[in-house]
């Protein structure tokens, strides 16, 4: 995923200091029921699309529908215009026969979305 930090467009304007800001997506899940099963998030930065950091650790909401990547100045140190992360979900199956008969069946029909929320509104 890609975000623009600098421009008409971007978070911050040219000459503002970057410094935390957060993303909240709500996830949703159809078919088999992938997000009982979430255990973690993380997220890798880049400020080029190639040379990822190491992983930081994201949040999740209680009801594991809401996951938060907060970006601080640690991560936000050689970043110029654009941001680019990838998250890591992390899914813990309990046993190999649950994964069979809960997960395996219904892969195929199972559809996984995110949408940015900005405060509590969906964008």
Known sequence: MTVLLRGEKGIYKNNETL???S???LVTCSG???LDYLSSVSFKVSDRGNQFSSPIDGSISSDKKVITITYNGDCLTSVTDY???RVEL?????????????IADKMSSTNLSFEVLFGDEIV
């Open 19 to 21: 410094t935390e800001f």
């Open 23 to 25: 993303f909240k997506y």
């Open 32 to 34: 088999a029921p992938l």
């Open 83 to 85: 941001l680019f992360y």
């Open 90 to 102: 992390s899914f813990d199956f309990v046993d190999v026969t649950t994964f069979k008969t809960t």
